[in-house]
């Protein structure tokens, strides 16, 4: 056991920062305050949304700040006031200026999901999906100035599986994150804390944020890599394509050992599930969500549009071959 307790101030605003704020609450480290974004309007009644760190921390008393800005004299003269030995910024959505990361004793520590210098950047789960990449994991990053580019603490590994899909990958590198953040405040406190390695940035790829556009199935592409799309975008922006005139969603799909002959996107055969052409093979749709519904499996939405679907039929396009 560590001889103190760090005085933390945590930084971070989305679900992923959750498990690491609770782990902090849960120890014998002290957190002194959370910054987090402010509350926006989010959903389709425009309401106004805290974020979830902001609703654990309200829940359990933490004092809470939500600047605009941290690149302002009263931001640094708060954080100063609060005299914090540390800084713990999990997923905040801002860049913290130099003269922040200097106001903690032992200045910044980041989680990050992703195995630095490996998807430095906004959406590294995703983008270690869509990539095909084997494995990933946390990173603890003493912070500087650049996006992800400070000296590595420590890393924790984990396998990507075949059914791991955005969201199941987040929460498990999330409670990685977690676990991984408190052993290392625990041996800096103790005076242990291993030396902190450079980053390669040769080895360095950028995770960029995503977008709706690029979440739409191009059929032509291999079998591989529509799937890892598929799981790569679900929970968000999902995974889509065009039928009968209406965005349809593809929450799950599976490759099918199968070569064809067919237009990409063509519709091969239906059983229980759709089958359709990609542009070295096929794979399965599973699940999906037409325009107005809700997911279901393919074999209900099959059943429901009997009239349209077909062998022949091409999804991305409005009629049929």
Not at 121 to 150: F, K, N, S
Not at 169 to 196: E, T, V
Not at 227 to 239: L, S, T
Request: hydrophobic share 40%; with cysteine; proline share 7%.
């Amino acid at each position: 056991m560590p001889s103190s307790p760090l005085e933390i101030v945590f930084a971070g605003t989305p679900d992923f920062a959750v498990p690491t704020l609770q782990a902090l609450i849960e120890s014998h480290h002290r957190v002194i305050a959370a910054y987090t974004q402010p509350d926006r309007l989010a959903g389709r009644g425009r309401k106004m949304l805290s974020s979830p760190v902001k609703r654990l921390s309200v829940q359990q008393q933490i004092k809470i700040y939500q600047p605009e800005s941290l690149r302002t004299e009263e931001a640094r003269e708060h954080l100063r006031a609060l005299c914090p030995d540390v800084m713990v910024v999990v997923a905040y959505g801002q860049i913290l200026p130099p003269d922040i990361l200097q106001i903690p004793k032992y200045g910044c520590l980041n989680v990050h999901a992703s195995l630095l210098p490996r998807w430095r950047g906004a959406a590294p789960i995703q983008r270690a999906i869509l990539a095909g990449d084997r494995e990933t994991g946390i990173a603890v990053m003493q912070m500087d100035e650049g996006l992800d580019t400070g000296n590595i603490l420590s890393r924790v590994r984990t396998p990507i599986h075949d059914k791991d899909n955005g969201q199941t990958l987040h929460d498990r590198l999330a409670a990685m994150g977690a676990a991984a953040l408190i052993k290392a405040l625990d041996d800096m406190a103790g005076g242990s804390l291993p030396q902190a390695m450079p980053q390669n940035d040769n080895d360095a790829c950028y995770a960029a944020k995503l977008t709706k556009a690029e979440a739409a199935i191009d059929w032509s592409r291999p079998t591989g890599e529509i799937v890892r799309a598929i799981r790569g975008f679900n929970p968000w922006p999902v995974a889509h394509t065009e039928f009968d005139g209406e965005p349809l969603r593809i929450w799950q799909a599976s490759d099918v050992s199968r070569t064809t002959h067919v237009a990409a996107g063509e519709v091969i055969s239906i059983n229980h599930n759709i089958t359709v052409a990609t542009g070295n093979g096929c794979l399965e749709l599973l699940e999906v969500q037409p325009a107005g519904g809700t997911r279901m499996s393919a074999q209900a939405f099959l059943n429901s549009r009997r009239e349209i679907i077909e062998p022949g039929y091409i999804f991305g396009q409005s009629q049929k071959k």
